[in-house]
């Protein structure tokens, strides 16, 4: 099944020792991966530049792409309940 990118349905998938996680508004990339001069870092890298390049694909489609959007951490300050 192809990558959609921003398509959030909730899904992971990994490829080699990453980890993808889709949504909305961010890709979420984790782990390690290394690959190796093999049939299978073969598959590993082609697998990996696929959704890559899905993202590229999508992010350049978009007429509005805004500069940034932010992290999304909540940054009020908030009383230290230990004090």
């Given at each position: 099944?192809?990558?959609t ?28 991966m ?50």
């Amino acid at each position: 099944m192809p990558f959609t990118p921003f398509d959030d349905q909730g899904e992971s998938s990994t490829i080699g020792g990453l980890t993808v996680e889709n949504g909305s508004d961010r890709i979420a990339v984790y782990g390690q991966m290394s690959i190796t001069r093999d049939r299978r870092g073969l598959d590993d890298a082609r697998a990996l530049k696929d959704v890559l390049d899905a993202i590229v694909e999508d992010l350049e489609r978009q007429p509005d792409l805004a500069q940034e959007i932010g992290t999304g951490l909540n940054t009020h300050p908030v009383r230290n309940p230990f004090a």
